[in-house]
């Protein structure tokens, strides 16, 4: 079974399109979100909406509960919440609920997916964690392979017979050891932050085969940067678009 792993949409609706329109001529089996598909994008209506068409399988991400916890928003620095406001007014009640029903962890298919740090933290990251911190954070659950979000960032973390190894993906296909214990983090759709290129980032995993593709795609740029002026967000979200 193949299946599309999309983290951080961040409400992105015309990089979600390209990438389902990728998965679409790819032929792959499920999709599934690590979260924060709101917050900094224009358009978080249309990607809730898509996501719901799709029944894809999500966890929630620190954004998402920034939208359902007035104490986690508080800490927030002025320009995600100054988006998050704006957020919730692009929201409908339906959305909303959908959005707080998410859960932290989910196991799927035997795989482990979180927005943050395994085992469930929904707002912990995983910035250049040390070896020490990559063995703890492995003994805290069970499954071989784990793909986490947050960072908006392309690494894999690997466990296999007591040593760690860690490097930064590539937009290319890897054969993964179906013996090893892996922590992915695929980039991110919807605000990239992996120095490669700004194209919508996402993962291909094949439980089968244990074969991972990280793949990047073009999307229509222009339009969500009029859209983020047009509806007020704050310039930076712009900017980090077009790095």
């Given at each position: 079974?193949?299946?599309?792993?999309?983290?951080?949409?961040?409400?992105?609706?015309?990089?979600?399109?390209?990438?389902?329109?990728?998965?679409?001529?790819?032929?792959?089996?499920?999709?599934?979100?690590?979260?924060d598909v709101?917050?900094?994008?224009?358009?978080?209506e249309?990607?809730?909406?898509a996501?719901?068409?799709?029944?894809v399988?999500?966890v929630?991400?620190?954004?998402?509960?920034a939208l359902i916890?007035?104490?986690?928003f508080n800490?927030l620095?002025?320009?995600?919440?100054?988006?998050?406001v704006?957020?919730?007014?692009?929201?409908?009640e339906d959305?909303?609920?959908?959005?707080?029903?998410l859960?932290?962890s989910?196991?799927?298919?035997?795989?482990r997916?979180?927005?943050?740090?395994?085992?469930?933290s929904?707002?912990?990251?995983?910035?250049?964690?040390t070896?020490n911190?990559?063995?703890?954070?492995?003994?805290?659950?069970?499954e071989?392979?784990?793909?986490?979000?947050?960072?908006?960032a392309?690494?894999?973390?690997?466990?296999?017979?007591?040593n760690?190894?860690?490097?930064?993906?590539?937009?290319?296909?890897?054969q993964?050891?179906?013996?090893?214990?892996?922590?992915i983090?695929?980039?991110?759709?919807?605000?990239?932050?992996?120095?490669?290129n700004?194209?919508?980032?996402?993962a291909?995993?094949?439980?089968?085969?244990?074969?991972?593709?990280?793949?990047?795609?073009?999307?229509?740029?222009?339009?969500?940067?009029?859209?983020?002026?047009?509806?007020d967000?704050?310039?930076?979200?712009?900017?980090?678009?077009?790095w």
């Amino acid at each position: 079974m193949q299946i599309a792993v999309l983290a951080d949409i961040h409400g992105n609706y015309r990089a979600l399109q390209s990438v389902l329109e990728d998965i679409d001529k790819s032929g792959i089996d499920e999709i599934v979100s690590l979260g924060d598909v709101v917050g900094y994008g224009p358009e978080p209506e249309e990607v809730v909406k898509a996501l719901q068409k799709r029944d894809v399988v999500s966890v929630m991400g620190n954004h998402e509960l920034a939208l359902i916890s007035s104490s986690y928003f508080n800490r927030l620095n002025p320009d995600p919440r100054e988006s998050l406001v704006i957020t919730r007014r692009l929201l409908s009640e339906d959305s909303l609920d959908w959005i707080s029903n998410l859960r932290a962890s989910i196991v799927h298919r035997g795989i482990r997916l979180v927005h943050g740090c395994p085992p469930q933290s929904i707002t912990v990251y995983l910035f250049s964690p040390t070896e020490n911190r990559l063995r703890r954070v492995f003994s805290t659950y069970p499954e071989k392979i784990c793909f986490a979000g947050h960072t908006h960032a392309l690494d894999i973390f690997r466990l296999a017979e007591g040593n760690i190894d860690s490097r930064e993906l590539q937009i290319t296909d890897y054969q993964l050891d179906p013996q090893a214990r892996y922590l992915i983090l695929p980039g991110s759709v919807g605000q990239p932050r992996d120095m490669i290129n700004s194209k919508a980032k996402y993962a291909v995993f094949d439980t089968q085969n244990h074969f991972l593709q990280i793949k990047a795609v073009e999307y229509d740029r222009d339009t969500t940067v009029r859209l983020l002026k047009e509806r007020d967000f704050p310039a930076s979200n712009s900017r980090r678009l077009n790095w």
